[in-house]
């Protein structure tokens, strides 16, 4: 018997961080000291009284069950109060707060609940890729915002084609940017409820990195804008915050009727998340906020040593604001995969090449800023010997 796959998966694209991928692996085989600039994934420990707090109610057998699939309301009340505290803005906990098992997956089942086949889905390009994955999934077709410099990485409305934007249903956002590093104001965000309003489609914010910001800077959410409730909703994660990403923590926040279809697609394929992790959940909301702050203060000492490091060697690289990634040009005569590849095989350094997350990341690279300074400064020693060469 032979098996295929659906025509669903034949979609996915080629996976571009495969040859960096089995390099990798191959180098490291072989005995060498990679040094891994390119997941983004906290190398820093879940604050204990967040693990105390898991402890405790993992013992308890009413947590064994199957949970609610639209969260403990004691969770949904902690979003609302960390949400009105951080941004000012007001949540009905019932209605407009929806946990969800990881930020991830809530972005990889809204268009399941929004998007009828041949619809259009704008996707910030370079960007995470699941937009685009779920956009296929649900039988949509993702139409590329390029993110540009000259813009500050920021969706440029006026270039979307009018025939696209009459056939959207959804526009996914995401800043603080991955990978770009970008972040968006109020006036940016404004703009966006305005467009939506006149085309009447639905605004997704992935808002995943607004806790992790340097120099005093502090994100704005989407929903701190007038009229946004009424486009969008919100995504937000525990991962980043609170080093919680094996968890699976996250939640969606904003339109009621759009998060009540959600919930409708999710009782369907999930039973909501273990009760002694949404616990765990609703201590990090409630009393996590210095864990953040440190949390930004380690990478922006990262990131400072990193950028000026680099730029001390040559390199013109500009420092972010916010989330725990660099994102830099391509020194000339190199494509990104070409960079990525020669950091690898002459410096056992794994940055991630910009092309990966879309046709616009071409010409840039990312590193992560979830290595200790040790490593960093090992990183910059090991780029100071190519340059030599
Ligand atoms: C890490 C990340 C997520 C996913 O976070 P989870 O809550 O762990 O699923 C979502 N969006 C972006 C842009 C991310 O970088």
Known sequence: MSINPSERLKKLPPY?????????????????????LGVGDPDLPTPPFIIEALNEAAQKPENHRYALDQGMPELRCAIAAWYEERFGVRLDPEREVLPLIGSKEGIGHIPLALVNPGDVVLVPDPGYPVYKSATWFAGGEPYLLPLL????????????????LERAKLLFLNYPNNPTAATAGKDFFTTTVKMAREYGFVVCHDAAYTEI???????????EV??????????????KTFNMTGWRIGFACGNAKVLELLGKIKSNLDSGIFQAIQRAGIKALSSGREEAGKNSKIYEGRRDLL???????????????ATFYVWAPVPPGYTSQELATRLLKEANLVVTPGNGFGPNGEGYFRMSLTLNDQRIEEALKRIKQLHSR
């Open 149 to 164: 410099e000259e813009n500050n990485f920021l969706v440029d409305f006026n270039s979307i084609d009018e025939s696209a």
């Open 226 to 239: 007038d009229g946004a409730k009424e486009v969008g909703i919100e995504f937000h994660s525990l991962s």
């Open 307 to 321: 950028v000026d490091g680099l730029n001390s060697l040559g390199w013109k690289v500009s420092k972010p604001k």
């Open 213 to 223: 910001a340097f120099d005093g800077f502090s994100p704005s959410s989407f929903l």
């Open 16 to 36: 571009l961080f495969a040859e960096i991928d089995r390099l990798k692996r191959q180098l490291i085989a072989q005995g060498r000291d990679v040094i891994d």
